[in-house]
Every structure is written in structure tokens, then in C-alpha cells.
């Protein structure tokens, strides 16, 4: 069966330095993977989907993440933080069929001044 | 992308009683989702919702407890039925296809449901 794994609940960072948030997936067939945001009291927002094409992707707000498959991860990363991308954030894949999400536990991102 | 919309945004509702959750699209799509999510936690899927014909339920949940209506191409409901404590979670509707990137799911903005 097909899983993530968010390995860190809660990230800090300061304002203006790199963003890391780190997930793993498990997956017996090639899989789709997203990253989506949700902000406080908002909904949840697509930032990025690898699809087997590229596998440095770019998102919006200035996130990429990148597929590595000898590592079953696909890390979310930014160069640098702002106030705004505080929220939480969730590793998704899709089952087989392609008809389903399957979501991580998220991870918390805090971005302080 | 699509615009989704959810009714009611939130409640407050006693235990035994059941409450139905309306899911709009203002555009025909081929997928409608609905998920639950529990206090401080991930989502979780409870059903696909299929126009015409019954919904495809996850394990763990049964059509008893939550029926699912589909009745066209831009509409659905869940309703929660015999509500306890525990049913207490963010609610939400989601769609893919038809008009949409393959393989990307646009959700609602969810339906905060307290059970007291």
C-alpha cells in the first residue's frame, strides 16, 4: 500500500532563511506526489505535483521540490522564508488508480522575524 | 482551477441528530472527493461521491453513517448521520477532472462541525 511520511511535525525558521520540510513515500508503482498548503481558517491550496516528468519541480510563492526516487522522498524547499508562508503543510500520493489523495500527517511551519 | 463552495461553513449540533453538507462547483467535473479532518490531524477520505451511482466508501466508514448524494455534475452532499463527540471534524469536498489538470485534486473550504 502507498503512504507518506512527514518526518517532522513542526518546523521554525527565521524570516529570510531556506525552508526544508521533509517527506517520504512508499509506493509499489510509480506515484504521483503533491505538496498542499493550508493556511489558518483557509482552504487547502495545491502548491506543487510531480507526475513523472521533471523531477525538480517548481510551485508557486517560490517553492520546488524534488522527486528522488533511490531516496522515496520528495523534499519541499524554499531559499527563503517569508512571514506569510507560515502554515501547515501536507505530503500527498495518489493511489494507483490515480482517484484518490493520501495524506501525510503535515508538517507546521513557523516563521518568526 | 475550479471554485468550490460548502454549506454550511460551520455548526454546532447535538449529539443523535444527523447534518447534511452541501458541496457546489461552478463547473461540471468528473471526480467529487469527501474527506474528514479530525482536530490536529491529516485528512482522511471518507468516500468518492459518483454521479448516478452509490459512492465508493474507504475502511472505516459505511454509507449508514454517512450517505452520499451525487445527483449531477456539480453537486454534491455527505450527511452525518447519529452524530457523536466524535464526529466532531472539518468536513471537505473535493474535485479533479473534466476541465482540470489530471491528477490534481481543488478543494472546498471545508464545513467545521461541533458535536456536542
Known amino acids: 500500500a502507498q503512504s507518506v511520511t512527514q518526518l517532522d511535525s513542526h518546523v521554525s525558521v527565521s524570516e529570510g532563511t531556506p525552508v526544508l520540510l521533509r517527506c517520504n513515500y512508499s509506493s509499489s508503482y510509480s506515484p504521483s506526489l503533491f505538496w498542499y498548503v493550508q493556511h489558518p481558517n483557509k482552504g487547502l491550496q495545491l502548491l506543487l505535483k510531480y507526475t513523472s516528468a521533471a523531477t525538480l519541480v517548481k510551485g508557486i510563492n517560490g517553492f520546488e521540490a524534488e522527486f528522488k526516487k533511490s531516496e522515496t522522498s520528495f523534499h519541499l524547499t524554499k531559499p527563503s522564508a517569508h512571514m506569510s508562508d507560515a502554515a501547515e503543510y501536507f505530503c500527498?500520493?495518489?493511489?494507483?488508480?490515480?482517484?484518490?489523495?493520501?495524506f501525510g500527517k503535515g508538517t507546521t511551519l513557523s516563521v518568526s522575524s | 482551477s475550479a471554485v468550490i463552495s460548502q454549506k454550511p461553513s460551520r455548526d454546532i449540533c447535538q449529539r443523535g441528530t444527523s447534518l447534511t453538507i452541501q458541496c457546489q462547483v461552478d463547473s461540471q467535473v468528473t471526480m467529487m472527493f469527501w474527506y474528514r479532518q479530525q482536530p490536529g490531524q491529516s485528512l482522511t477520505l471518507i468516500a468518492t461521491a459518483n454521479q448516478g451511482s452509490e459512492a465508493t466508501y474507504e475502511s472505516g466508514f459505511v454509507i449508514d453513517k454517512f450517505p452520499i448524494s451525487r445527483p449531477n455534475l456539480t453537486f454534491s452532499t455527505l450527511t452525518v448521520s447519529n452524530m457523536s463527540p466524535e464526529d466532531s471534524s472539518i468536513y471537505l469536498c473535493?474535485?479533479?477532472?473534466?476541465?482540470?489538470?489530471?491528477?490534481?485534486?481543488?478543494f472546498g473550504p471545508g464545513t467545521r462541525l461541533t458535536v456536542t
Open positions: 473535493s474535485v479533479e477532472g473534466q476541465g482540470l489538470a489530471t491528477g490534481e485534486q481543488y
Open positions: 500527498v500520493v495518489s493511489n494507483q488508480a490515480g482517484t484518490a489523495l493520501i
